[in-house]
């Protein structure tokens, strides 16, 4: 049984023993500028430990900023944001995050478990561990259903098995948080249900927390929890029956664009409002801007 998100400690846990875990993730008034743009605007949300949240959203609307912010590799970040309990990009995260990028990081002039071989020989060195590198790698090969390819170059191989291989590297440290963007890009659907049975069964028994984006709407419906953006902006964070019952609709997919529509409604109500009254809502002046900023709680990365 899946813990509470206001509760992360195991079911019969003495409540006075110890504080609850803080969330995976807290987003407190978030910003990230990306050159003249501000990408994703004053966000507040969390992200609770144990569970699937889904990241969905069009392509644009900012969701591999936010993974690349939470995992403390994107630049000109203000506001709050805190990862595990630290702030992101913490060298205390390194080990208890997994990040996989859209784009496969491997080296095509390596086999599959020679690739492994590499990053559990970065993360587990010593021959003294050698056994045991031996074994996590076998052990994520065989997670991401690559076994019968484990010899093969991975630069001969398919763009979803090459993306696999990346999964594979992330699951190899066992990280209490794994960051995945758009991982079943380009999977075919048999590989996309296994992966998704793979994430659930790495939430449930690891009790390891999954942020993954999509812009595919039926994997909403795979997910715990959601965050849906739209144009760096969070439309709903709830689960997938609450959204559907807030706004009656049948799938996340019709959910999805009642909330869209109504934001857009809004959005054209407030300019309409700002042309009659001659105030520019569009943009931030830049001295407000930088006046925000200024009280941000931590510093710009
Ligand atoms: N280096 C950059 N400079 C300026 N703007 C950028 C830069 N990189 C991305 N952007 C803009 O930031 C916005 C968010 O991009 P991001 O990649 O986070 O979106 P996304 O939701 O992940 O899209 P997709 O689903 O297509 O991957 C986009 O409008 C993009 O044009």
Known sequence: MMNSASDPRPPGEDATQAPPAPPAVRAENLTVVRGPRTVLRTLDFTVPRGQITGLLGP???GKSTLMRSIVGTQDKVTG???VLGHPAGHPALRTRVGYVTQAPSVYDDLTIRQNLDYFAAILDPGRAAADRR?????RAIADVDLTTHADALAGN???GQRN???????LLGTPELLVLDEPT???????RRDLWNLFHDIAATRGATLLISSHVMDEAERCHRLLLMREGEILADATPDALRTRTGADTVESAFLHLVDAATAAARTKETDAKETGTDTKETDPEEKRTNETRTKETTR
Do not use: K, M, W
């Open 134 to 138: 031996h074994d996590n790698v076998t």
């Open 164 to 170: 696999r291989v990346s999964l594979a590297v992330a």
């Open 185 to 191: 890009v380009g999977l075919d659907p048999v590989l």
């Open 157 to 159: 191989l398919s763009g």
């Open 80 to 82: 709050t944001l805190d």
């Open 59 to 61: 392509s644009g609307c």
